[in-house]
């Protein structure tokens, strides 16, 4: 199962790790892992490549994550910019694991 956990500070979401393999299908062949994969990579290249605010990212290929933290301190445009981004990262992953039963959990702590 993937396991996708939110970070948040209050209201803020500070950022998120994605965890594991959801078991779907073989590796290199799992359209649910392919999903998560481009959905996050898709928020992390907008986040550092496209607004240039340097996320830390970690990418550990021994238990198949990726960790993303926002910086602390965004101007108001740059942090409602990323505030639409990981709520919608978090509401298309819930809708992938409604339509995968038992293969993606989200969490928000």
């Known amino acids: 199962m993937t396991t996708v956990t939110f970070f948040s500070e209050g209201s803020r979401i500070t950022g998120f790790e994605a965890k594991g393999h959801s078991g779907y299908a073989q590796e290199g062949e799992d359209i649910v892992c ?6 996050v990579r898709l928020v992390e290249c907008t986040v550092n490549d496209v607004l240039g605010l340097e996320a830390s990212v970690k990418v550990r290929e021994k238990d198949a994550s990726i960790t993303l933290k926002l910086p602390a301190r965004l101007g108001q445009t740059n942090e409602s910019t990323c505030q639409a981004l990981l709520t ?19 969490m928000e702590v």
Not at 91 to 106: F, W
């Open 34 to 39: 392919a999903a998560v994969t481009s959905a």
């Open 88 to 106: 919608g990262l978090m509401v298309h992953l819930v809708q992938l694991a409604e339509e995968y039963p038992n293969t993606i959990s989200v």
